[in-house]
C-alpha cells in the first residue's frame, strides 16, 4: 500500500492559482486514472482534473471554495495494490446467449430469452435511474456489491463522476422489453412510456414521443443530460417545463437556451423582493479578478477612440431569413451575428491595422484572424475567440459561433480558447441596447459593438418606410489606427450588414 499526493497543476499560461468549486469524490472512494476528481476555477475558465492515480481516496486536503497556489497538495491517494479488489466485468445479453447456446444448442432460444430478459431488468434500473432528477444508485444482480452508482447523479453520500456514458439506455430498454416480452414478469409495464414492446428485428423501434409538450404537461418524466441540467440551472430554467426535441424525448441545449430567451422577457420585469442583508460581499477572486486587470490595463493604457453608425440591416434580416430555410443550416444556429462576423473578416482584408497589436517597440499586423465573441456567462465575461476565422466557410462559422457560445455558457471555456485573439466583437442588442463604447480586449485594437435590431421609420428613395435598423458602435487603439482607418473600416462592415451579398464578391 503506497500513499500518493495530486498537487495541484499549472492548468495552461502560467496562472500561478486556483479555486476548488467542487470535489467528484470523498473520502474513501475508489478512484480510476484519468476520472475527474476535482473542479478548479482559474483566472481564466473552469476546468475538470483527472486523477493521475487509482486507488483508494485518502483524503482531501483543501476545501470547496478554498484558493490554493499552483504545486500544492490537494488530495491524498492510497494505492489499492495487489490487494484491491476487482469488480468482475459485467456480462452482457451477447455474453450470456453466446456461453448458452455452445453450452446448449438445443435451448438456445430458451437461453437468448433469458439473457435478454436480464439485459432489460439491468436497463430498466438504468433507465429508471437515467430519467429522475433525485440521486439515483443502480443495482442490478450483475454488479450486486460493486457499488456501481450511475454516472452524473451519485449516491446521497457521494458522486465519483458527473459524466455519464454515451449509449442510450432509453432505447435500449425498448428493444430488450420488446424481445423479452411476458417472460419478463410484467417487464413492460416496469418500462411504462420509456419502452414500446416490438422484438428486435421486426420494425422501428417505438421510444418517447419527441414533440413540443414539456414533461409539465405529459406527466414524462425530464430526459436531459448532466451537462444540460447544469446549464439550465446556470439559466434558472426549469426543465419540467422545457419543451424537448432530442431524438429520444430528451432536453437538448438548444431546447433549454430557446425556454431561456422566451422566458427572459418575463423574468425582466419581475421585481425581487429587497435582501435580508444589509450589504452583500462578494470576495473579488476567478474570471472577475482577471476582468478587472484586464480592463483597467486596457483602458489606462490603450487611448480609446469610438466611431458610430446607423445602419439599414433589413436585407440581413432577409438573408437570415432564407439561411434558417436552408437545407444546408439545418441544425445549425443563424443569426445576425454570423453576418457581422463575416463582415468584420471581409472588412479586416481591407482594412488589416484594425487586425494588428501594439508593443513598445513594434506593430504586429496580424494576416489572420481569431474573431473574439465577448459572452456574458454566469461566471462574468468571457471573450473566447474563433481560431482562423478567415479560412472558414459561413457554414463552418455558423457552427463554430455556435458551439463556442455553449460551451462558455457552460462554464467550459478552456485559457486555450480565449488565448491569442485578434479582434472582437460583443452584442450587445440581446440586451436591447441599441449601442455603447466597449473597452478593447488587451492585445487587440479594434472592437465591434452591435447593437439591437428593430423596426424604425428610415428613408428609402425619398419615402419614409419602415426598416430594420441597427447601429454599430466600435472602440479604437487610437497609437494604431488613425481615424481615416477606423473610420473605412467601420464603413465597411456597415456596407456588408446593409447588403450581404456583398459577400459575395
Do not use: C
Not at 468571457?382 to 457552427?399: D, G, I, W, Y
Amino acid at each position: 500500500m503506497t500513499e500518493s499526493l495530486f498537487r495541484l497543476p499549472d492548468v495552461g499560461e502560467g496562472l500561478t492559482e486556483a479555486e476548488i468549486v467542487s470535489w467528484r469524490v470523498a473520502a474513501g472512494d475508489t478512484i480510476a486514472v484519468n476520472q475527474v476528481i476535482v473542479e478548479i476555477e482559474t483566472a481564466k475558465s473552469l476546468v475538470e482534473l483527472p486523477s493521475p492515480f487509482e486507488g483508494v481516496v485518502g483524503e482531501l486536503l483543501v476545501g470547496e471554495g478554498v484558493t490554493v497556489e499552483v504545486g500544492t497538495p490537494i488530495i491524498r491517494v492510497t494505492s489499492a495494490g495487489v490487494d484491491a479488489p476487482v469488480p468482475a466485468p459485467a456480462v452482457g445479453a451477447g455474453a450470456v446467449l453466446a456461453a448458452s447456446a455452445e453450452a446448449s444448442p438445443m435451448s438456445a432460444e430458451g437461453a437468448a430469452q433469458t439473457a435478454v430478459t436480464a439485459e432489460a431488468e439491468r436497463i430498466v434500473a438504468e433507465v429508471a435511474a437515467a430519467v429522475s432528477s433525485e440521486p439515483a444508485i443502480v443495482s442490478t444482480e450483475a454488479d450486486a456489491g460493486s457499488g456501481s452508482v450511475l454516472v452524473g447523479y451519485g449516491s446521497q453520500g457521494h458522486v465519483s463522476s458527473r459524466r455519464r456514458p454515451r449509449a442510450t439506455p432509453f432505447k435500449r430498454a425498448a428493444v430488450s422489453a420488446g424481445a423479452a416480452g411476458a417472460g419478463a414478469g410484467g417487464l413492460g409495464a416496469r418500462v411504462g412510456a420509456a419502452a414500446s414492446s416490438v422484438t428486435p428485428g421486426t420494425g422501428p423501434v417505438a421510444t418517447r414521443p419527441v414533440g413540443h409538450k414539456s414533461p409539465a404537461i405529459t406527466g414524462l418524466p425530464v430526459i436531459a443530460k448532466p451537462p444540460i441540467r447544469k446549464l439550465a440551472k446556470d439559466l434558472d430554467v426549469s426543465l419540467p417545463e422545457v419543451n424537448p426535441t432530442g431524438p429520444i424525448g430528451d432536453i437538448t441545449r438548444e431546447d433549454v437556451i430557446r425556454h431561456a430567451s422566451q422566458a427572459k422577457v418575463f423574468h425582466n420585469i419581475e421585481t425581487p423582493q429587497w435582501a435580508d442583508e444589509r450589504e452583500e460581499r462578494i470576495p473579488v477572486k476567478g474570471v472577475r479578478k482577471h476582468i478587472a486587470k484586464a480592463m483597467v490595463a486596457s483602458a489606462f493604457t490603450a487611448p480609446h477612440v469610438s466611431l458610430f453608425v446607423d445602419v439599414d440591416a433589413t436585407r440581413t434580416m432577409e438573408f437570415v431569413k432564407r439561411l434558417k430555410a436552408s437545407p444546408d443550416f439545418v441544425g445549425v444556429k443563424v443569426s445576425p451575428l454570423l453576418i457581422m462576423a463575416k463582415a468584420i473578416i471581409w472588412a479586416v482584408r481591407r482594412n488589416p491595422m484594425v487586425n494588428s497589436a501594439w508593443t513598445d517597440t513594434e506593430i504586429i499586423v496580424r494576416n489572420y484572424v481569431n474573431l473574439g465573441v465577448a459572452a456574458a456567462t454566469p461566471r462574468g465575461l468571457l471573450v473566447p475567440n474563433v481560431k482562423e476565422a478567415q479560412s472558414q466557410t459561413l457554414l463552418q462559422l455558423a457552427a463554430s459561433l455556435e458551439q463556442l457560445t455553449l460551451t462558455a455558457r457552460e462554464g467550459r471555456t478552456s485559457a486555450a480558447d480565449m488565448a491569442d485573439g485578434t479582434i472582437t466583437v460583443t452584442n450587445i442588442g440581446v440586451f436591447g441596447m441599441d449601442t455603447g463604447t466597449p473597452i478593447l480586449n488587451p492585445g487587440e485594437v479594434a472592437i465591434i459593438a452591435l447593437g439591437t435590431i428593430k423596426q424604425k421609420p428610415w428613408v428609402v428613395d425619398g419615402e419614409v418606410r419602415p426598416r430594420f435598423v441597427t447601429t454599430l458602435g466600435a472602440s479604437f487603439d487610437h497609437r494604431v489606427v488613425d481615424g481615416d482607418v477606423a473610420s473605412r473600416f467601420l464603413a465597411d462592415v456597415a456596407a456588408i450588414v446593409e447588403e450581404p451579398a456583398l459577400l459575395l464578391d
